[in-house]
């Protein structure tokens, strides 16, 4: 048992890595209606300027994070307005448009931060490492996990418990009543995207002192965030969390448990999921 | 977009393909003094460090040799090789077909060296290849012409090859664990040390004895392969990364439970802007290369001021250096060719160089294998000054052995 537990440690702070990444994207899908490809980029640029507003300082971190969630938060502003135009014309007209946003993006973000992967300057105590139950362990890692606990929950307490949740899961299920109630629906998606973007800003700004932030990023996040949205049901938060820490676990314990299969086990997980689910996709997406 | 505007558009594209094409056909060859060569190198995707370095130590030797190679004005048309041979081999065809090379240097890596070599063979057009050489795979039954095929590198297997006695001697009866990144040039680099580690006598600490792969390049949160590796307490660790996966390996060893157990590697491991990034965590990793800025003798010197001079951030890199090389074979085998230069008149020229002045210490091309004869260094990552530096130890080897 010893041997699997850092491993699963590890897996949990990867996997709620991976919820606050999904859940941005859960939720601008879900709520906001918009299959926003451009939700890798977005926490590539978060990751990008949390790393070059990091300075070894405490002070430097705080203002890195900040950075980087406000950052998220516009490009999640410039998406809201890109995708207003489009709404009611499907998923295919929102896929191509932000993909091509996408591409458009990550080629500036190279030229300005340059080719290499980078990663933030942390203060020395978060480079140390403690023993857990035996075993090394890095303290930037169980730092992330601390932070991603606080906003999952804090992600789920607005959506479920808060006046500003309740709209948006009403915008969701009849958008005429919310208008009918002198809400208007479109401020409702802009501030979802927004929301959406600033968790993608977050999620690059945590991510990065594990993973660093470089040209690939926001493919393999935009890939393993859409595997986690699929199976955690569109929209779900909690679904979400519960399918990242599944992936993170997966990712972690399943590389060096069974070594062979370890590319197609993710992938493998995901068949399995939609078959025992057997929903269509567009008809939860629309409900 | 109705049928017959689609099939408008589709005539339009025709036309100007064809169009292209003849007017590749019609292009009249270069005034006598000039020649064209083709430079692939990664300059998007993972390795671009290790590309954009590349460019930079053939456009140091052109820029010291006053633009000219052999005495000819020398029209150096870059490709971009992105990550492998998806990226690459459209990019070679465009510089043998369309810009008309006459030879082709560069090319980062293994995988891609693979698939050009046979187009340039094709053409009969030299490929002088400045990174990494794979082990490479007969084409229908019959093992590849080599004939214009040189490298001015390796073969991606000698570093583990030239570093496993001095590992063997280091760790005694101790085992030890060999991990690597799962594509070409992983098994070449892996499979040079654990084969000629194991005919030693060495024996290795995988659970098997068969080296592990990460895939490559999703992968880079290297911590449970890491742990899962101290559990077999090795005595040493063997491994071969470059570029971002280097930066995230060298640091989360650091954090791992493998932290007090030493880390042997081949040299891309720390080489070039890698070591900047990993900072303190890559001190006293022993690596092995054909390479280190610190090197005593006089061409190396001079390549190291000239690099300083230049404006180049850090240290010469083993990437540059070659590539720098392949400029100077060039340049020797281009003086050596009377009138138009083809490829077959290059070629031979380049097979007659001879030995070689260059910053790693004199090498030469090994006649049948079109490789360097070379000596290869054990180094040590130390602060050098203020820096961070890969500071020789000692000499290794020579290879190939002969």
Request: with cysteine; glycine share 12%; net charge negative.
């Given at each position: 048992m010893d041997a699997y537990l850092i491993p699963?440690?590890?897996?949990?702070?990867?996997?709620?890595l991976l919820a606050i990444a999904a859940a941005g994207l859960t939720v601008a899908f879900g709520a906001g209606g918009v299959l926003n490809l451009a939700h890798g980029t977005l926490i590539a640029a978060g990751g990008y300027v949390a790393a070059a507003t990091s300075s070894g300082t405490w002070t430097g971190l705080v203002l890195a994070v900040l950075a980087a969630t406000v950052a998220g938060a516009a490009g999640g502003g410039v998406l809201a307005a890109a995708t207003a135009a489009l709404r009611g014309r499907g998923h295919l007209d929102q896929a191509l448009l932000t993909f091509g946003l996408a591409l458009a993006g990550g080629d500036l973000l190279t030229t300005v931060y340059g080719p290499d992967t980078l990663r933030p300057r942390l203060p020395a105590v978060l480079q140390a490492t403690v023993t857990v139950g035996g075993h090394r362990y890095p303290v930037d890692r169980l730092a992330v996990l601390g932070i991603a606990v606080v906003v999952c929950a804090a992600g789920y307490v607005l959506l479920h418990r808060t006046r500003a949740g309740r709209l948006v899961r009403a915008t969701v299920d009849d958008r005429a009543m919310v208008a009918g109630i002198g809400v208007n629906p479109r401020l409702v998606d802009a501030s979802v995207l927004v929301t959406a973007g600033a968790l993608a800003g977050l999620a690059g700004a945590l991510s990065t002192p594990i993973l660093g932030v470089g040209p690939g990023t926001a493919d393999t996040v935009l890939?393993?965030?859409?595997?986690?949205?699929?199976?955690?049901?569109?929209?779900?938060?909690?679904?979400?969390?519960?399918?990242?820490?599944a992936v993170g676990v997966v990712q972690t314990l399943g590389v060096t448990t069974f070594p062979t299969v370890a590319p197609y086990l993710l992938t493998g997980a995901m068949a399995a999921v939609l078959l025992a689910r057997r929903t269509g996709l567009p008809a939860q997406a629309r409900p | 977009m109705t049928t017959r505007s689609m099939r408008r558009r589709i005539a339009a594209l025709a036309a100007a393909a064809v169009l292209l094409a003849a007017a590749a056909c019609t292009d009249s060859p270069g005034d006598a003094g000039t020649v064209k060569v083709g430079l692939l190198v990664s300059l998007s995707g993972t390795y671009t460090t290790v590309g954009e370095d590349m460019q930079r130590g053939f456009k140091l030797y052109l820029d010291t040799h006053g633009g000219k190679l052999g005495g000819r004005k020398v029209d150096l048309i870059v490709g971009d090789e992105g990550d492998g041979p998806a990226t690459a081999v459209p990019a070679a065809q465009k510089l043998l077909e369309r810009d008309r090379v006459v030879a082709l240097t560069g090319l980062v890596g293994g995988a891609t060296v693979d698939k050009v070599q046979t187009l340039t063979t094709a053409k009969k057009i030299p490929l002088v290849g400045a990174n990494a050489r794979p082990a490479f795979a007969p084409v229908g039954g019959k093992a590849r012409d080599l004939t214009y095929t040189w490298h001015t590198s390796y073969n991606s297997d000698?570093?583990?090859?030239?570093?496993?006695?001095?590992?063997?001697?280091?760790?005694?009866?101790?085992?030890?664990?060999?991990?690597g990144p799962d594509y070409?040039?992983?098994?070449?680099?892996?499979?040079?040390?654990?084969?000629?580690?194991?005919?030693?006598?060495?024996?290795?600490?995988?659970?098997?004895g068969k080296t592990v792969f990460t895939p490559f390049p999703t992968t880079e949160n290297f911590l449970?392969?890491?742990?899962?590796?101290?559990?077999?307490?090795?005595?040493?660790?063997?491994?071969f990364y470059a570029g971002a996966a280097a930066v995230a390996f060298v640091k989360q060893y650091a954090q791992s439970d493998l932290k007090d157990v030493p880390l042997y590697a081949a040299g891309f491991l720390t080489e070039g802007s890698v070591l900047t990034a990993q900072g303190p965590a890559a001190t006293g990793i022993r690596n092995v290369l054909n390479y280190s800025p610190t090197l005593p003798n006089p061409a190396n010197q001079q390549f190291v001021a000239a690099w300083s001079a230049a404006g180049h951030?850090?240290?010469?890199?083993?990437?540059?250096?070659?590539?720098?090389?392949a400029a100077a074979v060039l340049d020797r085998a281009l003086a050596a060719v009377d009138g138009d230069v083809t490829g077959e008149e290059l070629n031979k020229a380049i097979g007659e160089v001879g030995r070689i002045v260059s910053p790693r210490g004199d090498w030469q091309f090994e006649p049948t294998e079109h490789r360097p004869v070379q000596r290869w260094y054990l180094r040590e990552v130390k602060a050098d000054g203020p820096v961070l530096s890969n500071v020789l130890v000692q000499d290794l080897t020579t290879l190939p052995a002969s």
């Open positions: 699963a440690v590890d897996g949990v702070a990867y996997g709620l890939l393993l965030s859409l595997i986690v949205v699929v199976c955690g049901r569109l929209g779900s938060v909690p679904g979400a969390v519960a399918a990242a820490l | 000698e570093p583990g090859i030239a570093i496993a006695s001095h590992i063997k001697a280091q760790v005694g009866d101790g085992e030890v664990y060999a991990i070409q040039g992983g098994y070449d680099e892996l499979r040079g040390f654990t084969d000629t580690f194991t005919k030693l006598g060495g024996k290795l600490a995988n659970p098997d449970p392969y890491l742990n899962k590796a101290a559990q077999e307490k090795p005595k040493a660790v063997y491994t951030t850090g240290q010469p890199t083993t990437f540059a250096m070659a590539s720098y090389d």
